[in-house]
């Protein structure tokens, strides 16, 4: 057997046996397998995103609500500051605003 023997006889074989067809099919599996791992590699990356996403809202609710609280803290301390009285060495203590309390009290009388 001599080269061109063997070549005839493999190029014959590859072509008449479908060995290009097999090549092509080889190359369009890899694709699609590649596409399949595009589209996992997105659903995982979207799944991730949303999750992040509740977590960030929920932080934000917390914070809300950590922010309504401070503020009504704040609120009740101004409140309270409203009424101490500045004479702390009497026995005779009277809040700041007396005069207001006494006329609120005429009023609430009535």
Request: net charge neutral; charged share 30%.
């Given at each position: 057997m001599d080269v061109a023997t063997?070549?005839?006889?493999l190029l014959t074989t590859l072509l008449s046996g479908g060995g290009v067809a097999s090549f092509m099919q080889y190359k369009q599996?890899?694709?699609a397998k590649e596409l399949e791992n595009d589209k996992t590699a997105?659903?995982?990356?979207?799944?991730?995103y949303e999750e992040q996403t509740k977590t960030v809202?929920?932080?934000r609710e917390r914070?809300?609500?950590a922010r309504t609280l401070l503020e009504e803290e704040k609120r009740?301390?101004?409140m309270c500051r409203f009424y101490v009285c500045e004479k702390l060495?009497?026995?005779e203590r009277e809040p700041p605003h007396?005069?207001?309390?006494?006329?609120?009290?005429q009023y609430s009388e009535k």
């Open positions: 063997i070549l005839t006889t599996n890899k694709k997105s659903e995982q990356w979207r799944a991730l809202q929920a932080l914070l809300h609500e009740q301390t101004l060495d009497c026995t007396a005069e207001i309390m006494k006329e609120f009290k």
